[in-house]
């Protein structure tokens, strides 16, 4: 992806912000439209076609969602990126459920800026939207899978609980076309280890007591699809001896049969543990971890990709409030600041059960940090309004270390990134217990 000789519409009246970012987009390679109103900005997209229209919420005229709307009359209107300050989220986010495209939150780092930027001006190859989230951790992981899906090499997926395995499987599954064939998903840990012989490899009629019939099991049923094998570090140790066969040989043999079958599926596996470890202490065999670990693709934590989460609420919102009659509108700047400092143990299934309790029990129309951590929230109210205040606390000070490295520990542009005067930085760097930068 590239910026080079694209026309970049920039919308923003703070003078050394939007001095800032009209160089940086120049040594990119864009061609900058600079505007500081509303009124500019309207005259400006109407005068020439742009690529991406970056866009500041407050302006002295008016809002960036009336250059918005004023933009979106006209056929072919650019993607919008939205600068905003954490009390505009939720302008924002109803924004880009509009068609608005993204939005970053002040003050942003300049790297994922530009990537996010640079999405928007060129939609990766597919859907051109994105499915597994925003971040640049995230977005590089989805570009890999639907290269890989134009190969038939074993994948083997790593990473948290909770984090999306599966999500990616089926993502590489779906990406080979309409031809994908069959998705057989199996959790090898959920399923007793005398029965998943015959569940995965199938077995004849009277191979065992009750077997009344043929039974064709995951691997004969996956045809030219996929097979995905999760918790495959949960796999007995007799069947990592016959899955390393089906892998060698391509074919199986259904139990109590003779004949060997034919296997065409695409094997994908997944774990949360560390089969490197399990092969040292004798739990996996080497040969078949050779096997299945062609390509690893480790999927980062939900912590590490915080860009993620409020884009993740928002389509979780979005499939949930059908549910309950769309009387959710959505969420409140206090629960999505509050949901941007938690550590999210349980990654995205956590964020999506949080979503989903939510939105079945809150009493809207915009839900509350309680409505998502019923579990942490204090019950006393004095003990809410305590709790939300260090919900922001909490979100000041990582902004303020983030930007403090961003500018290698100086003060003076510190504080002018983050739009505040240096005595001001020093009195919050203080009362949240920020060490001054050694000089």
């Known amino acids: 992806m590239s910026l080079e000789r ?4 920039l919308v923003e009246d703070d003078p050394i912000m939007g001095e800032s970012l009209v160089q940086r987009l120049s040594l990119e390679g864009a061609e900058v439209s600079w505007w500081r109103t ?4 309207v005259t400006g997209l109407s005068r020439r076609r742009h690529h991406a229209v970056i866009c500041d919420l407050k302006l002295p005229d008016g809002t960036g969602e009336d250059i918005f709307i004023e933009a979106v009359k006209s056929e072919g209107a650019p993607p919008f990126l939205f600068m905003t300050a954490y009390g505009e989220i939720d302008q924002a986010v109803r924004l880009m459920r509009c068609g608005a495209g993204d939005y970053v939150t002040k003050p942003f780092d300049m790297t994922a800026f530009l990537e996010r930027l640079e999405t928007l001006v060129d939609p990766m190859d597919g859907d051109d939207q994105s499915v597994l989230g925003v971040s640049p951790a995230i977005r590089a992981v989805e570009r890999t899978l639907r290269r890989l899906a134009k190969v038939s090499a074993p994948v083997l997926l790593t990473g948290e609980t909770g984090s999306g395995k599966e999500v990616c499987a089926r993502l590489l599954h779906a990406s080979r076309g309409r031809d994908a064939g069959p ?3 199996v959790n090898c840990a959920a399923i007793p280890a005398e029965l998943m012989e015959s569940e995965l490899f199938g077995h004849e009629k009277g191979a065992f007591t009750g077997a009344q019939g043929r039974h064709l099991g995951y691997a004969e049923r996956a045809g030219t699809g996929t097979l995905f094998l999760d918790e495959i570090g949960d796999l007995a140790p007799r069947l990592q001896a016959k899955l390393l066969r089906l892998l060698e040989d391509r074919t199986f043999t259904r139990v109590g049969g003779e004949q060997p079958q034919p296997f065409r599926a695409r094997v994908v596996c997944a774990t949360n543990a560390d089969l490197g470890a399990k092969v040292k202490s004798g739990g996996f065999r080497e040969d078949l971890l050779y096997r299945i670990n062609v390509v690893n ?5 939900l912590r590490d990709r915080s860009e993620d989460i409020v884009w993740l609420i928002d389509r979780f919102l979005v499939e949930f409030e059908e549910q309950c009659g ?11 600041e509050a949901a941007l400092v938690h550590s999210w143990p349980g990654n995205v299934r956590e964020l999506r059960n949080r979503v989903e309790r939510g939105v079945a029990l809150g009493d809207g129309p915009l839900l509350m940090p309680g409505d998502l951590f019923p579990d942490l929230a204090p019950i006393a109210e004095s003990g ?9 606390e909490e979100a000041e000070r990582r902004h303020i270390v983030r930007v403090l490295a961003e500018n290698g520990g100086g ?3 510190t504080a002018k990134a983050l739009g505040i005067a240096r005595t001001t930085l020093w009195e919050k760097m203080r009362r949240h217990g920020i060490p001054a930068p050694s000089a």
């Open 384 to 392: 809410l309004r305590e709790g939300l205040e260090g919900v922001r």
């Open 326 to 336: 769309n009387r959710i509108k959505g969420f409140s700047s206090l629960a999505l």
């Open 38 to 41: 509303k009124a500019d900005a």
């Open 411 to 413: 003060v003076q542009a």
């Open 297 to 301: 693709l480790l999927l980062p934590p």
């Open 6 to 9: 694209r026309a970049i519409g």
């Open 183 to 185: 998705f057989m998903a």
